[in-house]
C-alpha cells in the first residue's frame, strides 16, 4: 500500500471542498471496497477525508410519504429497519443477499452504490484493463467471460456491476442527493446514476470529481409483492450470474430490474408493459440487443427462467 494523509471532515460541504484541495483525495466511510482495493495497487489515492464523523447515518420519512436514507446508514441497519422491511421489502432482500454479515456492518449506502464496477481482469494488475488504464485493452473479450455483461456492453468493456441493492433501487425509482464543493447540492436519478461503459469504462457513474453522496430517497411505497432472486455459483458470498428484482402487483403488473447482466442496474421501463404476458414476452424486451461470448450466452435462458420463477412465486403469494 502505497503512502497516504488522512483527514476528518466536519460537514458534507467541508468534506466536499477538502477533497477538492488536494488532487488524488477520496472519501472514505465503511472502506470496504476501496481498501481492498488499495492494498492491491489499484486505487491509488494520495489523501483519504474520512466521512463517518458526517451525521449522515439517519432513516427518516419523507413529507411525499417515502423514506430518506443517510449516505452512511450501514447496509445491515437499512435492512433491518423496520419501515424497510415493511415498505420496501426488495430493498431489505437484496442487501441481505450481498456479501456476508461482516461486511454488511460496515458498508455502507453510498459506498455499495460506488463500488467499483469489475471483472476479474480488474483485480490483475498484470493484465491489461481498460478501467485501471485507460486505453491499455480489455483482456475479459477473448478470456474468461461466463460472469460477465451481456447488456450495454462495449470494445472497451463487459464487467458488470456487483451491487445487489443498487438493482432494488433502480427497481424503487430512488433519487440520490450529492454536495458538490462549492456547497451546491442536486439530485440524480438513479437511472441516470451509474453509467454504460461506452469509450470510458473508468468513468462509472454520473458524479463530479470530489462530489459526495448525502443521502438516497425512496418515493412512496409501491404495494404488491416484493422478490429479490439472486442466481449464483456458490449460496453465498459471492457476486450474482444474474439476479431479478421485481415488485410485483395484484392484477400481475410491476417492475422489474436485473443485475449481473450490464455495467449498471438494468431496467427497461417499457418492458414492464409486457407483465401480464409472461416471462418471455418481458425477457425479448429487457434482453433486446444483447450481446453476448460463448462463455455467457447461457444467462439469456437465465433472465427468462430466473424471471419465470420470480412471477411464479408472486402469483403463489397473492
Known amino acids: 500500500m502505497r503512502p497516504f494523509s488522512y483527514l476528518r471532515a ?9 477533497a477538492a484541495q488536494v488532487e488524488g483525495a477520496r472519501f472514505i466511510a465503511g472502506g470496504t471496497n476501496l481498501l481492498d482495493l488499495m492494498k492491491l495497487d489499484i486505487e491509488t489515492p494520495t489523501h483519504l477525508i474520512d466521512v463517518n464523523g458526517l451525521a449522515l447515518e439517519r432513516i427518516e420519512a419523507t413529507p411525499e410519504g417515502g423514506l430518506k436514507i443517510g449516505a452512511l446508514v450501514r447496509n445491515t441497519d437499512l435492512a433491518a429497519d423496520s419501515r424497510v422491511r415493511k415498505d420496501y421489502a426488495l430493498l431489505s432482500r437484496a442487501l441481505l443477499a450481498g456479501a456476508s454479515g461482516q461486511l454488511r456492518n460496515r458498508a455502507t449506502t453510498a459506498g455499495n452504490l460506488l463500488q467499483r464496477t469489475r471483472c476479474p481482469y480488474f483485480y490483475d494488475t498484470n493484465q491489461p484493463c481498460n478501467k485501471r488504464m485507460p486505453g491499455s485493452g480489455c483482456s475479459a ?4 467471460s461466463r460472469p460477465l455483461g451481456i447488456l450495454g456492453v462495449s470494445d472497451a468493456c463487459i464487467a458488470t456491476h456487483p451491487s445487489d441493492m443498487a438493482v432494488a433501487m433502480r427497481a424503487l425509482d430512488a433519487q440520490i442527493e450529492t454536495v458538490r464543493p462549492d456547497g451546491t447540492t442536486r439530485t440524480i436519478a438513479i437511472a441516470d446514476f451509474h453509467r454504460l461503459p461506452g469509450n470510458t469504462p473508468n468513468i462509472e457513474t454520473a458524479l463530479a470529481v470530489n462530489e459526495l453522496i448525502t443521502a438516497v430517497t425512496l418515493p412512496p411505497p ?15 458470498y459471492a457476486f450474482a450470474l444474474i439476479s431479478v428484482g421485481a415488485v410485483i402487483q395484484a392484477d400481475g403488473s410491476g417492475r422489474v430490474a436485473l443485475g449481473g447482466v450490464a455495467h449498471k442496474p438494468w431496467r427497461v421501463e417499457a418492458a414492464e408493459a409486457a407483465m401480464s404476458k409472461g416471462a418471455t414476452a418481458v425477457s425479448e424486451q429487457l434482453l433486446a440487443g444483447a450481446k453476448t461470448t460463448e462463455q455467457n450466452a447461457f444467462k439469456l435462458t437465465l433472465v427468462e427462467r430466473t424471471l419465470a420463477s420470480v412471477m411464479a412465486q408472486s402469483r403463489a403469494q397473492a
Open 141 to 144: 473479450i477473448g478470456g474468461f
Open 10 to 18: 466536519r460537514s458534507p460541504a467541508e468534506a466536499a471542498a477538502l
Open 222 to 236: 409501491l404495494g404488491g409483492t416484493h422478490i429479490y432472486q439472486k442466481v449464483r455459483d456458490r449460496a453465498s
